[in-house]
């Protein structure tokens, strides 16, 4: 099976969680894109559900398939987000944001009663880290908040580096104006701590970091599809 069958075998599971009537998050990336597709189907097929999505790039996709949408201060609660992920923990923390989408991304997963996140397993890892952190951050003082950002993992025991986004030639510039900076420092022993030092810098918008917010990862290996519970999902809107 290849990878590009599992996220579709994920993402046509996740439509299980799918109910006439509901407020959808609809996530960024190619997993949450092949979700999209076949939500349209669905929508076609006569269900009722109104979207809001995480990146300007989703709603394109959702309005050339012609799945609703509203906005999030039309729609400020939502019941459920299906979403992508770069990593997927034990835990069910992740990190995402490999498409530079992860601020809006944690805003409408925060907004939403139920995260179910979907990947292949090439997504699952025993820690977060191996795949470098996202963090979004303001373009003012960009070498002041980097400094900041090694500062944070040093006096964490971590070394390692962060480095500048870009994109043909320029500065990854995301939906919000700001620029994406790669922290690559290998596993992150303990991401609470981390989550805390990265916000703590004025800098630093958010950060790709998602912990317990996930309420279920839908995920496809050649064998099938498994569904991984959270221990315990906080921070979503009830
Ligand atoms: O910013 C992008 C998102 O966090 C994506 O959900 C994440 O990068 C996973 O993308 P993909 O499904 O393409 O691997």
């Given at each position: ?30 997993t949450a894109e092949a979700f ?203």
């Open positions: 099976m290849s990878q590009d069958d599992k996220k579709t075998a994920a993402a046509r599971a996740a439509l299980a969680y799918v109910e006439d009537g509901m407020r959808l998050g609809i996530g960024t990336g190619s999209v597709r076949l939500l349209a189907e669905k929508v076609g097929d006569g269900i009722n559900v109104t979207g809001v999505p995480t990146s300007e790039r989703t709603a394109r996709l959702c309005v050339e398939l012609g799945v609703p949408l509203a906005t999030l201060d039309e729609m400020p609660r939502l019941d459920l987000t299906v979403d992508g992920a770069d990593e997927i923990d034990p835990q069910l923390n992740l990190t995402k944001g490999g498409g530079g989408a992860l601020l809006r991304e944690k805003i409408v997963a925060h907004a939403s009663e139920m995260l179910v996140i979907i990947a292949d397993d090439s997504k699952l890892v025993p820690a977060l880290g191996a795949f470098p952190l996202p963090i979004e951050v303001n373009p003012f003082g960009l070498e002041a908040t980097r400094q900041s950002i090694v500062d944070a993992y040093t006096e964490l025991g971590q070394s390692g580096e962060v480095r500048l986004r870009v994109r043909d030639g320029q500065p990854f510039e995301t939906d919000g104006g700001h620029l994406i900076l790669d922290a690559s420092f290998g596993h992150i022993s303990d991401p609470k701590a981390l989550s805390d030092a990265l916000h703590a810098i004025p800098g630093v918008v958010e950060h790709g970091m998602f912990i317990g917010m996930a309420t279920l990862a839908v995920v496809a290996g050649s064998d099938g599809v498994r569904t991984l519970e959270a221990p315990q999902a906080q921070n979503r809107a009830s």
